[in-house]
């Protein structure tokens, strides 16, 4: 019997899953629903879903972190030559091997899936064809197909920033997760095409957002918006790659004025590999290996700046304007 399965377009990578019933993968299709293609195509990377009643969580390898993983909890991480397992005990497991092209996801009967093996399959599968994510937002400028990308540790405020920027002409590709690729030579990065997660605070201080909201809150303050629900009061751009601009360090401005000052480039590469780049009992994967290559490049490639946002968000639009035009 044919197993379902369905492909993903990651900027000229697919990314092909299949597995045993459509829901198994509803978290990959929540993240990359619309990159969807619609005819099944020869996948570059291929994960495999299975339900089972084992789970083997004792795979042979060096252990590479033991510890909590927020929301998901208890985690372990073992690599064994050129496959990556994670496993979460009495949960799920996944095996990646990103030089072959593939992992491989076992999910314990009717046990809640965790978010984070879905994270990390698709960092393989990026990572498989040069690309990886970064913990930034991502905006276009009013005037050109080209991107800024504003990265801050969380609850700094990207989002808050990001939509106040919207407002103001940007165009969002993301406010928390843009892939890279510096492999063609040229910087290029698109958005992930995920729903945007809004603080009550964020709606306080950006009241264009009200037509987007409803009325329930998350524990955290927070409710998903949809881009779909977004594009109406601003402009959100697709998934296609843009040339990178310029990369923005957010911090909070000390004495509530907005700045834009010129950044080191190496103290740029240190605050963004710090949020980005892990590291384990055995120090680096090839993966984080190369993923600290890719910052590499972002920051000897593009200028970098400090933006201290202050009460008023809204007022770095006119300063980046001014700055980069």
Not at 165 to 190: E, H, P, R, Y
Request: glycine share 10%; aromatic share 4%; with cysteine.
């Amino acid at each position: 019997m044919t197993r379902p399965s369905a492909c993903y377009g990651l900027n000229g990578l697919i990314l092909g899953i299949s597995a045993e019933r459509s829901e198994l993968w509803q978290d990959f299709d929540r993240m990359l629903g619309s990159l969807r293609i619609g005819e099944p195509v020869a996948p570059d990377f291929r994960l495999e879903i299975t339900e089972t009643d084992t789970l083997d969580e004792t795979p042979n390898g060096s252990l590479v972190f033991d510890g909590e993983v927020p929301e998901d909890g208890p985690c372990r991480m073992i690599e064994d030559g050129g496959i990556v397992h994670l496993i979460f005990p009495g949960r799920q497991i996944v095996a990646i091997n990103g030089g072959e092209g593939w992992a491989e996801l076992r999910i314990s009967t009717g046990t809640k899936a965790a978010w984070t093996p879905s994270m990390l399959v698709l960092d393989a599968a990026l990572d498989a064809g040069g690309q990886h994510m970064l913990h930034t937002a991502g905006l276009t400028l009013p005037d050109r197909d080209a991107v800024v990308l504003i990265h801050a540790p969380s609850g700094t405020g990207k989002t808050t920033t990001s939509l106040a920027l919207a407002t103001q002409g940007f165009g969002l590709c993301s406010d928390d997760a843009m892939i890279l690729n510096v492999a063609s030579g040229k910087v290029v990065a698109w958005g992930l095409p995920r729903a945007v997660k809004i603080h009550q605070k964020t709606a306080e201080m950006i009241p264009q957002v009200a037509p987007c909201l409803g009325q329930t809150w998350d524990r955290n303050g927070e409710q998903p918006v949809s881009l779909e629900r977004l594009g109406a009061i601003i402009r959100v751009e697709n998934a296609s790659a843009r040339p990178v601009a310029a990369l923005l360090h957010l911090a909070r401005s000390a004495d509530g004025q907005t700045r834009l000052v010129a950044m080191a480039r190496t103290d740029a590469m240190v605050t963004l590999a710090v949020d980005n780049v892990r590291t384990g009992m055995t120090g680096l994967l090839p993966m984080q290996k190369r993923r600290l290559a890719t910052i590499a490049g972002l920051v000897n490639a593009v200028p970098t700046f400090q933006l201290e946002v202050g009460a008023r968000p809204a007022d770095a639009a006119a300063l980046i304007r001014g700055t980069l035009d």
